[in-house]
């Protein structure tokens, strides 16, 4: 008997359902994640209210091996942090008409920015606009600048990123769904539960009804996004929130969104809000 590309899912998410108590439960024993000795980093956490189908919600640090583990305790072993290096150096070289430098403008130094990361994405009340990390960067370098725009999951860009959100590192996730917000989180709630693609799969089914159960060569976790930019052993790089959306959605023979799009900034505000109670790990270490 034949059997299709779409039964063959429907059987393995079948077969992974059946073992998701045991293996969600072992996470609980996992050790604890304190980076350098002294900055404790929550990642078990009671689920938001209006998460539906999860009592607990869990950062990606605690399904990955005991290798990868231990390459995010200590800031001389993350590879994430050599980026954060050439950051450092970026933030205090002029460019643009301006003949302006980021230095220029935040003279307290990347530290002005210690708890933004925790907050975003946010309602941006002057451009009327739901604002990523990227958003912000990009608006200074264009606005403040004259410089160009980077790419939005470029080496600069990502490299930036990560060291504004490692000012918030250790800070519990707040990210506001309601008020001005509210509609786009709804809308990022409808993509991440809709099925699309070849494989005809949504966010949901692997991250919210198959984490902890084995796929290929690793892990699935709950999907959260509190410790982007993070470091993929498999690319030697940092990733983009909206980058490893992209990478799903081809992962499952989708057509992506296009990054920066309404789409991927609707579902990464619904994607962030789903990780509230963790706190920020960037740069994290992944596999």
């Known amino acids: 008997m034949i059997i299709s ?8 998410a079948s077969v992974a359902t059946l073992g998701l108590g045991a293996t969600a439960a072992s996470a609980q024993d996992m050790p604890e994640l304190v980076i350098n000795d002294e900055i404790a980093i929550t990642t078990h956490a009671p689920a938001p209210a209006y998460l539906e189908n999860l009592d607990e919600v869990i950062s990606g640090w605690v399904f990955r091996s005991t290798e990868t583990q231990a390459l995010q305790m200590d800031d001389f072993d993350n590879p994430g942090m050599i980026f954060v290096d050439k950051a450092i150096d970026a933030w205090d070289k002029v460019e643009g008409t ?6 220029a403008c935040h003279t307290g130094g990347p530290e002005e920015f210690a708890g933004l990361r925790a907050t975003l994405p946010k309602w941006n009340e002057e451009k009327q606009a739901l604002y990523t990390m990227e958003d912000y960067i990009n608006e200074c370098r264009t606005e403040r600048m004259g410089a160009e725009a980077w790419k939005w999951s470029g080496a600069d860009m990502t490299a930036m990123n990560a060291l504004i959100s ?29 099925r699309v693609g070849q494989l005809d799969l949504s966010c949901a089914n692997c991250h919210e009804d198959n984490y902890g159960t084995m ?10 996004v509190n410790g982007f930019p993070t470091y993929r052993l498999k690319n030697a790089k940092l990733n983009s929130i909206q980058g490893r959306f992209k990478g799903c959605m081809k992962n499952v023979r989708a057509t992506p969104y296009k990054e920066g799009s309404e789409e991927f900034h609707a579902l990464q505000l619904y994607v962030a809000s789903r990780g509230n109670g963790l706190t920020v790990e960037s740069p994290s270490v992944r596999n």
Do not use: F
């Open 98 to 103: 301006a003949g302006k430098s980021c230095a």
């Open 5 to 12: 590309n779409l039964q063959r899912v429907a059987a393995i």
């Open 215 to 224: 796929i290929r060569a690793d892990r699935l976790s709950q999907g959260q």
């Open 166 to 194: 490692l000012q918030s590192r250790g800070m519990t996730i707040n990210v506001a769904t309601d008020g001005p917000v509210a509609d786009l989180w709804e809308q990022g709630k409808e993509i991440y539960y809709t």
